[in-house]
């Protein structure tokens, strides 16, 4: 029986016996560097991704803050006038 890898019955040829020629690393990369210099690294990688960051100007700001405060007011009212609605609702129903 064969599937979309091969046989089930055969092994594949990486699955064999590994090249002696290839040396493997215990631990990886991680293994050689201290916490500290782990720790520095992480905090050089994220500055590094802060400088890419394209930040809005002050007029996008407020544009983008006063977007939110209006749909959030919107959203409250919706949700107040719902639920007055259901429980004006389950008043007249359960009496």
């Known amino acids: 029986m064969t599937d979309a890898v091969g046989s089930i019955d055969m092994p ?8 002696s020629k290839k040396r493997t690393r215990k631990g990886g990369k991680r293994a050689k560097k201290g916490p500290l210099k782990r720790l520095a ?3 050089r990688q994220i500055v590094a991704e802060l400088r890419k960051v394209v930040w ?3 007029s996008q700001l407020t544009t983008y803050t006063t977007v939110v405060i209006i749909f959030v007011v919107i959203m409250i009212g919706l949700v107040t006038v719902i639920d007055f609605g259901l429980d004006k609702a389950a008043k007249y129903v359960f009496g």
Do not use: H, K, S
């Not at 594949?12 to 090249?19: G, R, S």
């Open 56 to 58: 809005p100007t002050r």
């Open 41 to 43: 690294l992480f905090y």
């Open 12 to 19: 594949d040829a990486e699955d064999e016996a590994p090249d």
